[in-house]
């Protein structure tokens, strides 16, 4: 994630096996959510290390 980004929510370091559709599952947050929270961020290329905003968005039904 980008220094001059700010995250309205808190970030995440990506470990292995890590996705942004399981991230969405295990942060009820949808992908189009943790996409557009991350600009920035190479969504085909995650590495571990790579930190990423998880927003904070009520989840819709």
């Given at each position: 994630m980008a220094s001059s980004c700010k995250c309205i929510g808190f970030t995440h370091t990506i470990e292995k096996g890590d996705t942004l559709y399981l991230l969405g599952k295990k942060y009820q947050v949808r992908v189009s959510a943790l996409i557009f929270a991350n600009p920035y961020v190479d969504i085909y290329n995650l590495q571990?290390?790579?930190?990423?905003?998880?927003?904070?968005?009520?989840q819709l039904s």
């Amino acid at each position: 994630m980008a220094s001059s980004c700010k995250c309205i929510g808190f970030t995440h370091t990506i470990e292995k096996g890590d996705t942004l559709y399981l991230l969405g599952k295990k942060y009820q947050v949808r992908v189009s959510a943790l996409i557009f929270a991350n600009p920035y961020v190479d969504i085909y290329n995650l590495q571990v290390g790579d930190q990423i905003c998880i927003p904070k968005f009520r989840q819709l039904s």
